[in-house]
């Protein structure tokens, strides 16, 4: 990435910030981006508006099932918040840049908090799928930085604070959330049973193929992180069965109740701390 790049990625994100301030996202306190199959708790938010990228200049578009491209801004418990339903990835041949333009917008327009959500791959035996998991920390595969030249970002973007709040309403609400370290690999693959086993020994607990350079870069704009992985599936060569996006979208479904749940005890707190 050479400096000219660099500065138009930069002046692309303020553009973005520009069009968020003009549809109100400078009064949400806190933004969530919603992964493959989790986008239903946009449903929870009252009083909500719903913007489709395709309306909002310079919001980059997916194109995979799943993921329905829209902004939602709306209240929970009170609060303002704003809602990512559906993401860019890198596999779709967005650079780093553009995979994290949306989360550099947030933090320009104000908003101090992000949740991340994804689904992810299991890499260990005894979590099942369906089992949710707070992201302690990562290991960027994908080859790439989303930072601008200068700017420092923290050693582990994810914040404890808002992992300790995380932790202490999925107790409450008993609702079992574990913790480990996400591994964000390049895809648009599934990883080979052998990546899964080389992500395994450097220290993962699931794989996917988002959330890192977001984290990153939603730190670097000054915004508190957290993330959750929905496991919607062993990973390669944990179980022998075959993978299938159907899979992830299915077991996406069938946990959504219960990570709605946590989501929706959890946001009102998280924009408290
Ligand atoms: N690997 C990578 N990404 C994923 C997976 C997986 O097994 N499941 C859901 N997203």
Known sequence: MNNKEMKSAQRQAEDLAEALRAVGADQAE??????????????????????????????????????AGRLVLGNLGGRRVLVQQGRVHFYEGWSAYEVTRAVRAFGMVGIRGLLLTNAAGGVRHDWDPGTLMRITDHINLQGVSPLFAGEGGLENPYDPQLGAILDSVAASEGLPLRTGVYVGNPGPAYETPAEVEMARRLGGDAVG?????????????????????????????????????????????????????????????????
Request: hydrophobic share 50%; aromatic share 4%.
């Open 30 to 67: 806190f933004a969530l981006v919603l992964g493959s199959g989790l986008g239903g708790f946009a449903d929870r938010l009252e009083d909500a508006v719903a913007i489709p990228y395709a309306q909002i200049p310079g919001m980059p578009q997916s194109a995979v099932p799943g993921h």
């Open 209 to 273: 193929m988002s959330t890192v350079l977001e984290a990153t870069a939603g730190q670097a704009a000054g915004m508190s992180v957290c993330a959750i992985s929905c496991i919607t599936n062993f990973a390669a060569g944990i179980t022998g069965e075959a993978l299938s996006h159907e899979e992830v979208m299915e077991t996406g479904a069938a946990v959504a109740a219960r990570f709605e749940a946590l989501l929706a005890a959890a946001v009102p707190k998280l924009c408290d701390s």
